[in-house]
């Protein structure tokens, strides 16, 4: 079975590419919008990784990025921060609130997949 991906992305836009790429190189996609509908699913399953925008409607990335982190049955799961911010300083902040790996938009699919 494939590693599935919780994309938590507001852009439904982005959403669909990031899908789209992901799907084309195997792996399952459970697309949210906001922080609250992908705590809702990680109550159902936990995926293998987590990709999050930094900037979402309500909870920000950041913040549930730290909730991830902070709960012992999400800690383990991956998280990729995805966003616009790519100055050192939102890199570092990115990292420091739980995620394990930072991508700054615009992204290829080649960087995304690796």
């Known amino acids: ?9 507001d852009d439904p836009a982005v959403r669909e590419l990031l899908a ?5 190189n195997n792996f399952e996609i459970t697309e949210v919008e906001d ?3 992908a705590q809702q699913k990680l109550l159902q399953k936990h995926p293998g990784l987590i990709l999050v925008d930094w900037m979402l409607p309500g909870m920000s990335g950041v913040d549930f990025a730290k909730q991830i982190k ?3 049955s999400t800690t383990d799961i991956p998280i990729i921060m995805l966003t616009a911010r790519g100055e050192e300083e939102d890199k570092v902040r990115g990292l420091e609130c739980g995620a394990d790996d930072y991508v700054t938009k615009p992204f290829s ?3 995304l997949v690796a």
Do not use: G
């Open 35 to 37: 922080a609250e509908s």
């Open 1 to 9: 079975m494939a590693p599935t991906i919780l994309i938590v992305e």
């Open 70 to 72: 902070a709960n012992k």
């Open 20 to 24: 789209f790429i992901l799907k084309q």
């Open 109 to 111: 699919p080649r960087e």
